[in-house]
Nanobody, 116 residues
């Protein structure tokens, strides 16, 4: 059973930083890991993803502010978020795409709130 467990959300003032972490268990490599977010009244949107081949994609709104990285053991993924703005307020979800069977997995979500 694949499980994704996030940590690191919270409340921060505009211009501040937060680091999110996600630990995956029960999965067999190769898989992509990444982060999505969902703001109130909006759909879930991609934030950043790192593929099994270590290619990285960022959504335009977070380029140059957020950095995604995978741990040495390949089963953890972090999201360093700098220069946070109120529009970054959302629930952030860890995401995994298995390259073996194309199944998707989601974490439970962690709240990030940026005050102005």
């Amino acid at each position: 059973q694949v499980q994704l467990v996030e940590s690191g959300g919270g409340l921060v003032q505009a211009g501040g930083s937060l680091r999110l972490s996600c630990a995956a268990s029960g999965a067999i490599f190769p898989y992509d890991l990444g982060w999505y977010r969902q703001a109130p009244g909006h759909g879930r949107e991609l934030v950043a993803v790192i593929t099994s081949g270590n290619s990285i994609n960022y959504a335009d709104p977070v380029k140059d502010r957020f950095t995604i990285s995978r741990g040495y053991t390949r089963n953890t993924v972090d999201l360093q978020m700098n220069s946070l703005q109120p529009e970054d307020t959302a629930v952030y979800y860890c995401y995994m795409l298995s390259r073996r069977d194309r199944l998707e997995y989601w974490g439970q979500g962690t709240q990030v709130t940026v005050s102005s």
